[in-house]
């Protein structure tokens, strides 16, 4: 198991650091930016080939990657010929660019793995009845166990996601459904309430249901590419969205940061998901690609979103921002970093339920 979690979390941190650090490279390369290196990991150099003025590496440590432009650093010194392909050298757009770039082509990548997926085809419920809460709205029209429902005010159905949107859009009008039960297709009619319940990040919210859970029955869908397409922006805009508003609830308090994973936690997850098939890893894969591109985008200095704030700011005053006072940020902006990677590690850590391990966080936690 181990050994299938490490293969796997190599797998999947190499190729979405790939993605994200060949974004970068191609918008330097098409901004006619010098690339002096080009590599996977950090720390000492297992390999490398250069080739042109790029050298490409593979690092010793498989926790991320960069790529070094020509002209990166206002120490550099540069001959009159290569000032013009250098980084700091080039309009703020050009900049940006470059920048937005690694974030962008994480995003890209979900787009296309989602696609692939839902071309080749994902497991989903079925709009079958699994249960019904006695006394519940559904209860008292006479739906039972094991019905199937068919079509909702005249919409066929067969996807308990499409049932539960239904439901949700209704806003406490009634809904007519169809339904097959024994091979006899009947049709009731049934108000949602307006209940109680928990949403996915544990907080009480009211939602109209009509008091049925799915069944365990799934369906294998496959859709064509222009159908896979729509539906892998659905599913890249819904984890975006959920991305960004976990971050908010976390700051907010309403998540325990303790939630918070670091490389051991997703390592188990790939693990476990490549134990699903091959399907599950790569779902995960888009999931992770996004919550990269996404945490890459905040306003940290040392991540891709602090370097676009300033360069955003130095667009809008007309001058760059002083070096001193960028000097500073990032030095903050690495203390941020190095303390959300430490409390991951120690939240993995603690994860693994290992005795001493333990004792020593509850300690540091006093």
């Given amino acids: 198991m ?45 390999i490398g080939r250069k080739r042109g003025e790029t050298e490409y590496l593979l690092s010793l440590i498989p926790l991320g990657g960069y790529v070094k432009l020509l002209g990166e650093s206002p120490d550099d010194q540069l001959s009159e010929e290569d000032e013009k392909r250098s980084f700091l050298k080039q309009p703020v757009w050009k900049r940006i660019l470059i920048v937005a770039a690694g974030p962008l082509f994480n995003i890209f990548f979900a787009i296309l793995l989602f696609t692939l997926i839902y071309m080749t085809g994902v497991p989903v419920l079925s709009a079958k009845v699994g249960g019904v809460e006695k006394g519940s709205v559904a209860y008292q029209a006479g739906i039972l166990k094991d019905d199937q429902i068919l079509a909702v005010n005249g919409k066929a159905i067969s996807q308990w996601e499409e049932l ?72 890249t805009w819904t984890i975006s969205k959920l991305t960004l508003v976990g971050i908010v609830k976390m700051i907010e308090g309403v998540i325990s940061p303790k939630n918070l994973g670091g490389p051991i936690l997703i390592a188990q997850i790939a693990g476990a998901q490549v134990k699903e098939g091959i399907t599950p890893f790569l779902m995960f894969m888009g999931l992770l690609s996004i919550n990269l591109a996404i945490l890459n985008l905040l306003p940290i200095p040392v991540l891709d979103g602090g370097h676009l704030l300033f360069f955003i700011v130095e667009a809008i005053i007309g001058r760059e921002i002083n070096l001193h006072w960028r000097e500073i940020a990032q030095q903050v902006g690495l203390v941020i970093l190095i303390l959300l990677m430490a409390f991951a590690f120690a939240m993995d850590i603690g994860r693994l339920n290992i005795g001493f391990i333990n004792d020593l966080l509850k300690m540091i936690g006093r």
Wanted: no cysteine.
């Fill in 2 to 46: 181990i050994g299938v979690s490490i293969l796997s979390v190599i797998i999947l941190l190499g190729v979405l650091i790939f993605v994200h650090e060949l974004g970068h490279f191609l918008a330097a390369k098409y901004s006619g930016v010098g690339v002096l290196k080009f590599s996977l990991g950090f720390g000492p150099k297992i």
């Fill in 164 to 235: 539960a949107e239904a439901i949700g859009k209704s806003r406490g009008k009634p809904l007519k459904l169809k339904i097959e039960r024994n091979r006899t297709v009947l049709e009731v009619t049934l108000v949602p309430q307006l209940m109680k319940a928990k949403n996915i990040f544990e907080e009480n919210v009211e939602k109209y249901r009509i008091g049925i859970s799915a069944s365990s029955y799934i369906l294998f869908e496959r859709k064509g590419p222009i159908g896979a397409f729509w539906m892998s922006l659905k599913q």
